[in-house]
């Protein structure tokens, strides 16, 4: 990103009330919260740089203990709430944020959870390192793969020869059964892509968009068909994209960057029951973006996210590839007072286009446009697929919001943040448009979208 200087000023060492009720598992939480966010319903409330803690007065004699470390962020509450973060965490960092919520020393029941934390996390680490691959497993698996890549090089080539006019009514299982033979030869990640394959008949220019997913694939079996002769770091790429995933311990034990990491925000997808939070950040020293990916099973949800717009001192180690973006947090340093910095969307095409010469099956780009402005193209009504953001060179990008969100929220929160104005938007980029995480405006702040 450019190096200009950001255009809105300094945050609080404390988050925001949006960054703390973006952490809200459901809406009836954040109603929940503002009522035990009272200073009246707590006792023995303090704060370090590290964590947030408290005691609040419950129904009857009920006193639950509530604490918070801010690195991940990681809750515990003594309630009986299934809910994570609970209406106590949430009220709690309420009144952290609004500065109610004075230094001390940590009691010794929050100073005992944060020890057992950090055993419990050397303790998965020394697991994890000690465990070793069998290489005759790895070349079972190698196997396995090349017969699934080959198989699927010939469907693909069947595809293109019969043409596209028959996939328009053809039934989900034609795609479902090429994946589910691509699973078995253990290739997830082709299994996905081939699965997202028949939502792309729908709309005008369907078939262009087929071809193009087909000649990805195409490129991709062609790469791993000849991945002896590729660079490392596209081999990697090219590996990942297969299925093939480097172990946390390899990613831990290589180059780490640290740096002061912006948090832009957070998406989540559902995938084969599987729900995937993807959480952006960037670097305000260097830069570089990073994406951090957290998982969860059917019914569950994911990782709590790091709190949007918060910033943290941290090492980050990425998994190999030609565009690293996928990261780990290797090693906290505490949370420190900073801001994004932004380019015009000259800067971020530029970027992506970078990016994607470097891995051509790249999906989604870290944004963060400075001094943009809401429009629309004249003569079109307000609506949510019609909204862009313009910068000062006339450059102009659509937004796109799903369908689940237009619900809550749409264009509105946005329009009413900007009012006409100038101001910053962070957000996930495709090809397909803008999808706002984000905003922040000199008068307003930080704003979760």
Do not use: N
């Not at 200009?4 to 809200?24: C, I, K, N």
């Not at 530029?350 to 010469?357: D, F, H, P, S």
């Amino acid at each position: 990103m450019s190096e200009a200087p950001a255009s809105f000023g300094a945050v609080s060492d404390r988050w925001g009330r949006e960054q703390v009720l973006a952490l809200a598992p459901d809406a009836a939480s954040v109603k929940a919260a503002g009522g035990v966010a009272k200073p009246a319903k707590w006792h023995g409330a303090g704060c370090d740089p590290h964590s947030v803690w408290g005691e609040c007065k419950g129904s009857g004699k009920s006193l639950y203990r509530a604490c918070v470390e801010l690195a991940e962020p990681a809750f515990r509450c003594s309630c009986p709430s299934r809910k994570i973060p609970c209406k106590h965490v949430l009220g709690l960092l309420l009144l952290w944020s609004e500065g109610a919520v004075d230094a001390a020393e940590p009691p010794e029941w929050v100073a005992e959870w944060l020890r057992q934390r950090r055993e419990r996390a050397a303790k998965r680490k020394a697991a994890s390192a000690a465990k070793t691959p069998d290489p005759k497993t790895a070349e079972r698996r190698e196997r396995r793969v090349e017969d699934g890549v080959a198989e699927l090089d010939q469907w693909l080539r069947d595809q293109i020869d019969q043409g596209l006019a028959q996939a328009e009514h053809a039934s989900y299982r034609v795609w479902d059964e090429v994946a589910r033979r691509l699973v078995d030869a253990q290739a997830p990640g082709l299994a996905a892509q081939v699965r997202s394959l028949p939502a792309l008949r729908h709309g005008a220019g369907w078939p262009e968009r087929m071809l193009e997913e087909y000649a990805l694939l195409a490129l991709l079996v062609r790469a791993y068909q000849r991945r002896a002769e590729l660079p490392g770091p596209l081999r990697a790429t090219v590996r990942s994209r297969v299925g093939f995933t480097a172990r946390q311990e390899e990613v831990l034990g290589g180059k780490r960057v640290r740096d002061h990491w912006y948090v832009l925000g957070s998406r989540e997808s559902v995938q084969e029951q599987l729900t995937t939070r993807r959480t952006w950040l960037r670097g305000v020293r260097t830069g570089r973006p990073a994406l951090v990916l957290s998982f969860a099973a059917p019914g569950r949800p994911p990782e709590v996210p790091l709190a949007t717009g918060a910033v943290f001192d941290a090492e980050l180690a990425f998994y190999p590839g030609a565009q690293p973006l996928r990261a780990l947090v290797a090693e906290e340093h505490g949370p420190v007072s900073a801001v994004p910095r932004g380019t015009a969307i000259g800067g971020l095409l530029a970027e992506y286009a970078q990016a994607l010469a470097r891995d051509p099956w790249l999906e989604r780009w870290p944004a963060v446009l400075e001094g943009v402005r809401l429009a629309l193209p004249q003569g079109t009504p307000l609506r949510p697929d019609a909204l862009h953001v313009v910068d000062d060179h006339g450059d102009a990008l659509p937004l796109r919001f799903s369908a689940g969100e237009e619900s809550r929220h749409g264009p509105w929160r946005l329009l009413a943040l900007s009012g006409g104005g100038r101001f910053t938007l962070a957000g996930e980029w495709s090809p397909h448009g803008l999808h706002p995480l984000s905003a922040w405006h000199e008068q307003e702040g930080l704003v979760v979208l």
